[in-house]
Nanobody, 120 residues
């Protein structure tokens, strides 16, 4: 079992930036950031594996960067040029099995989420 705690959410204006952090109790093969807006399905935003390979949703490519620091047991999501459509609850998640993926159903451990609100 991996415990995950997100932080760094908040309210920003369109075009602004935020960095989300997720502290974890132990490293796993793959970790990801997901988001869910009211009335919408949970979306895989970005994922990173133990080799630092990363995947991004098309909607955030070029604007978001995922990284992790195992020495600090922290996963990050740097979000730039934020848009109102980025407004959602953001969750970090971890999976033990091999394979880099943004598919939420393959992740075993989840944090409680942090809210990001982008105003126009």
């Amino acid at each position: 079992q991996v415990e995950l705690v997100e932080s760094g959410g908040g309210s920003v204006q369109s075009g602004g930036s935020l960095t989300l952090s997720c502290s974890y109790t132990r490293s796993t093969h793959c970790m990801g950031w997901f988001r869910q807006a009211p009335g919408k399905e949970r979306e895989g935003v970005a994922a990173i594996d133990a080799f630092s390979s990363a995947l991004y949703a098309d909607s955030v490519k070029g604007r978001f960067t995922v990284s992790k620091d195992d020495a600090k047991n922290t996963l990050y999501l740097q979000m730039n040029d934020l848009k109102p459509e980025d407004t959602a609850m953001y969750y970090c998640a971890a999976k033990n099995s091999f394979g880099l993926t943004r598919v939420a159903q393959l992740y075993h451990n989840w944090g409680q989420g942090t809210q990001v609100t982008v105003s126009s």
